[in-house]
């Protein structure tokens, strides 16, 4: 005993300074993607074209639109046309539908602020049930990833619960099979109120490369990326119950 506890003060903090200090971001990183205002519909048909997700870029009302709950973040667009750019923007969770869609000439990007009063009161101690439902594991192993001394979210008070029963929101992951729908069901339902959904990666958000299944109620918040960063995971899950 008296061996392990030395080479653990030998060892030090493993944890990451994140939060407060910014994340450790890999070069290759993509975040939140920008479009130039004067991108035009060609621009983006020919973006379309190379784009492996239907309905990830479009033109509407004269603007181009990324829509982040359908992109993979792949960079293809980017690489088509110089009018897109990914940015080093981490911070993409959102808490309606519609703020997922990044228009042309946007900027000066905000992170929403919660105000859901029953989701403030989770502060502290947040239980999460994770249903992974059809997905390839990318997302399940990149939040698996918060509970290691690297990321240590348990010090927020957030941690993924074994039972629905104790669980405040189901974290879904995947596209909802067939096969999964009812499990997905059952879980939501056996969650105490008040109880939440939260969608997280692609396939969760919109389907992705899939079809997506039904949700059991709307989600209330949404982490986009194919997987979402871990600091982008833990980031959104703070500002959730108003940590951040």
Known sequence: MLKAFIARIKEGCRTGAFPPA???????????????????????????????????????????????GRCIFCGRCAAKCTKVRFTREYRLGVFKRDDLVVRAGEGGYVPPVQTNSEALRLKGSLQLRE????????????????????????????????SPRHADAVYLTGP???????????????????????????????????????????????????PPHPATTLEALLRFVGDM
């Open 22 to 68: 910014e994340p450790n971001l890999p070069p290759d990183f993509r975040g939140r993607p920008e479009i130039d205002a004067a991108t035009s519909a060609e621009e983006v048909e020919a973006m379309k074209s190379v784009c492996p997700v239907d309905g990830a870029l479009g033109f509407s009302d004269g603007k181009a639109f990324i829509d982040m």
């Open 131 to 162: 249903v992974s439902a059809g997905g390839c594991a990318a997302c399940e192993l990149d939040a698996n990833v918060l509970g290691t001394p690297a990321w240590d979210m348990a010090r927020f008070g957030i941690r993924f619960a074994v």
């Open 176 to 226: 909802v099979s067939k096969n999964m729908q009812l499990a997905l069901d059952k879980t939501y339902a056996a969650m105490p109120e008040p109880r939440f959904l939260i969608a997280a990666g692609a396939c969760a958000i919109s389907g992705g490369l899939y079809e997506r299944g039904e949700y059991p109620a709307e989600p209330a918040l949404y982490i986009p990326g194919c």
